[in-house]
T-cell receptor, first 111, second 113 residues
């Protein structure tokens, strides 16, 4: 079993839709939870960062963490064609000093 | 004023050759990484250096050798390149106190022919 599981998609939605992206993990040592966005032929860029259970909102993006269920989500409201990218969840263990990525979900927002 | 820069951006080379990829960060971070991204977009850590000290050395062939001359630089040298080494290699940096949030370079697309 992989430490971090993410549905690879691809996911295709119409413009304006609400998008839900999810990851599950197995290692309780993960303390910090991130979402990265990667455009084609670019490096991943940090989108959202949180360390506690609950919701964190930034504009159209909401990151949700449920440590008891070992489940993290990213919601995108009013999705735009410019949101089309691969989204990767990433989890950090301070003890291992290691950032572990999910396999990424490819999202396409159709105009 | 690029935060994490790596060179070259593209590298096409023949099997058996030796090549190096260079990485520099100007963020003052204390930790640098090399990741390999395969054709399915899976990002797998290869090495992690903290203050020039090797912290993580995942199961990669010993043909891959990282070298950190100082905190701001982490280079990757690959000997005897094989077809399976073709991938995109990303350098990244982070600050330990920042909970691991890493900044990535633009990637080096390596093609072995």
């Amino acid at each position: 079993q992989k430490e971090v599981e993410q549905d690879p998609g691809p996911l295709s939605v119409p413009e304006g839709a609400i998008v839900s992206l999810n990851c599950t993990y197995s290692n309780s040592a993960f303390q910090y939870f991130m979402w990265y966005r990667q455009y084609s032929r670019k490096g991943p860029e940090l989108l959202m960062y949180t360390y506690s259970s609950g919701n964190k909102e930034d504009g159209r993006f909401t990151a949700q963490v449920d440590k008891s269920s070992k489940y993290i989500s990213l919601f995108i409201r009013d999705s735009q064609p410019s949101d089309s990218a691969t989204y990767l969840c990433a989890l950090y263990s301070g003890s291992a000093r290691q950032l572990t990525f999910g396999s990424g979900t490819q999202l396409t927002v159709l105009p | 004023d690029t935060a994490v820069s790596q060179t070259p951006k593209y590298l096409v080379t023949q099997m058996g050759n030796d090549k190096s990829i260079k990485c520099e960060q100007n963020l003052g971070h204390d930790t640098m990484y090399w990741y390999k991204q395969d054709s399915k977009k899976f990002l797998k850590i290869m090495f992690s250096y903290n203050n020039k000290e090797l912290i993580i050395n995942e199961t990669v062939p010993n043909r891959f050798s990282p070298k950190s001359p100082d905190k701001a630089h982490l280079n990757l040298h690959i000997n005897s390149l094989e077809l399976g080494d073709s991938a995109v290699y990303f350098c990244a940096s982070s600050q330990v106190e920042a909970g691991g949030s890493a900044f990535f370079g633009q990637g080096t697309r390596l093609t072995v022919v």
